[in-house]
């Protein structure tokens, strides 16, 4: 599936910010087609990947301003990876003790995805004794998904995922948080992934500009197939109407667009989304 994504972030600031620099995470893995254009314009921008893979690029702005609007337009195909035989995985405590060198860095706590017991405790249910990896991961996506209601007033960006735990709500990024936390409590490794997710108006409605969504899910390390992708909030494993922009330990190493600044006081943030299909 080839698409054509248009994000564009705008910052409006109670007061003028002298000096700013910024690190954005907005171009999608598989692409080199991303057009990024900056208001008030910098005065260059510069790229570099990232330790996890991803692509930065990274500007200052030197002059006085009380708006900053960022809009990232990329062209990008999904392929959609082979459907994983699940019952064929590993038992995840052989996972769990033989963890691949290259995935043993999402086995250890980040500041927004730590083990603790209540989530150990509360994974245990679908990782029975001997079951496969990947097998007792689809399981606990679905429990997230029915056990867990998605509220958009429930959290904010830095909503510890203990209470997520706790309220049974949440958006994207905190299921994904909890999912990964329940891993880690296990022993296993697991990765944070954001993103974009195609979606379809209501039968009969138009399509809405912006009202696609950045999105956010999760990876979980298998030996036999790598990294597989899991969706708590959908209830699914992704396929080719999810497109990845980023992926690290939780949503700190992924954050779209990050900043600096000297000034600004107050802001308000607007982001709108769009992503459209080319080839259908």
């Not at 599936?1 to 409006?12: F, S």
């Not at 510069?46 to 990274?58: L, P, R, W």
């Not at 035989?85 to 860095?105: G, K």
Request: charged letters at 20%; hydrophobic letters at 35%; a negative charge.
């Amino acid at each position: 599936m080839l698409y054509r994504v248009r994000h564009e972030t705008r910052y409006d600031y109670e007061e003028p910010v002298s000096i700013s620099h910024h690190i954005l995470r907005l171009t999608p893995h598989g692409t080199d087609h991303t057009h990024i254009d900056i208001s008030p314009r910098p005065p260059a921008l510069a790229s570099h990947t990232d330790y996890f893979g991803n692509t930065v690029t990274s500007f200052n702005l030197l002059e006085p301003h009380s708006r900053m609007v960022v809009v990232a337009t990329s062209e990008v195909e999904v392929t959609p990876p082979a459907e994983p035989i699940l019952a064929a995985s590993p038992a995840w405590e052989t996972v769990r003790d033989n963890v691949a060198f290259e995935a043993c860095q999402y086995v250890f706590d980040s500041l927004r995805a730590g083990a603790r017991p209540q989530f150990a405790e509360y994974a245990l249910t679908s990782f029975t004794p001997r079951r496969p990896v990947l097998e007792a991961a689809r399981d606990l996506t679905r429990r997230i998904f029915e056990d867990f209601r998605f509220d958009s007033k429930a959290s904010e960006v830095s909503t510890p995922v203990e209470t997520t735990f706790e309220k049974r709500r949440g958006v994207c990024q905190d299921f994904s948080h909890l999912q990964i936390a329940c891993l880690r409590s296990l022993g296993l490794p697991a990765r944070y992934v954001s993103g974009y997710l195609r979606t379809l108006p209501p039968p009969g409605k138009p399509r809405l500009a912006g009202a696609d969504a950045s999105h956010a899910w999760c990876s979980v390390w298998s030996p036999d197939t790598g990294w597989v992708d899991f969706d708590p909030t959908n209830n699914c494993i992704p396929s080719d109407s999810h497109i990845t922009v980023a992926w690290g330990r939780d949503y700190g190493d992924v954050s779209p667009v990050y900043g600096v600044l000297l000034g600004g006081a107050d802001h308000t943030l607007d982001v709108g989304v769009d992503v459209i299909p080319l080839d259908s």
